[in-house]
C-alpha cells in the first residue's frame, strides 16, 4: 500500500491506518527509537506512542512524506522519553550528539521558526558523504563507533569529518543571524 492509500485511511479513520503504517515503517521507526534509547521495550512504547501521535495528527494534518513524519514523531518520542529517563550515567549517544549539535545550533524554541529551511539549505550544499555522517548522527543518532564501522573508516576520521561539518553549520547560521 502506498502513503496517499495509507494517509486516507487515517482521513477516513480507519483503524486499519495503523497496522498498513505498522506494516511500512514500523521497523524504521523502531530503529530511530532504539538508536536513541537503547532499550527493546522502551523503543516498542515509543512506536506505539508514534503511531498514536499519528491518529491524532492526521487529519487534520496531510504529511507531504509520511516516512519523514512518522521519523520525526518517533526521534521526538524517543528524545522525551530518554530525557526523562535520563539518570547520572552520561555519554550516551544520543546525549553526546545533542551536546554536539548545541555547540552550532540555537536550541532556544523562538529561534526555530526558520531554522529548519536553513539547516535543508545547509545539508544541500554538503557532499554527499558529509550529508550522509550528519544525518546518520544527528537525526538517526548512530554512534560515531558504528558509521566509522559502517563506511570503512577510523573512529578519529568520522569525528574529525562531523566536528569540520559542524564548524561549518556554526559559521552558516552565524552568517544568517543564528548565534548559539
Not at 521507526?29 to 501521535?53: F, G, P
Not at 526523562?84 to 536550541?107: F, G, N, V, W, Y
Amino acid at each position: 500500500m502506498d502513503d496517499l492509500d495509507i494517509i486516507e485511511l487515517y482521513f477516513a479513520r480507519k483503524e486499519q491506518a495503523i497496522s498498513e503504517t505498522d506494516r511500512k515503517y514500523g521497523s524504521y521507526c523502531h530503529q530511530i527509537s532504539m538508536n536513541i534509547l537503547n532499550n527493546r521495550q522502551d523503543a516498542e512504547e515509543c512506536v506505539s506512542d508514534t503511531w498514536l501521535k499519528a491518529w491524532y495528527s492526521i487529519p487534520p494534518q496531510r504529511p507531504g512524506v509520511l516516512r519523514l513524519f512518522l521519523g520525526t514523531i518517533t526521534r521526538n518520542i524517543s528524545i522525551n522519553r530518554y530525557q526523562a529517563q535520563r539518570t547520572k550515567r552520561r555519554h550516551h549517544d544520543i546525549e553526546l550528539s545533542l551536546e554536539e549539535l548545541a555547540e552550532c545550533i540555537p536550541m532556544k524554541e523562538e529561534d526555530a521558526g526558520e531554522l529548519p529551511n536553513l539547516l535543508n539549505g545547509f545539508l544541500h550544499g554538503l557532499s554527499a558523504e558529509d550529508r550522509c555522517l550528519f544525518v546518520l548522527r544527528y537525526w538517526h543518532a548512530h554512534s560515531v563507533k558504528h558509521l566509522a564501522e559502517t563506511l570503512g573508516m577510523s573512529v578519529g576520521a568520522v569525528s574529525n569529518r562531523l566536528w569540520r561539518t559542524r564548524e561549518k553549520l556554526r559559521i552558516y547560521l552565524t552568517e544568517r543571524g543564528y548565534t548559539v
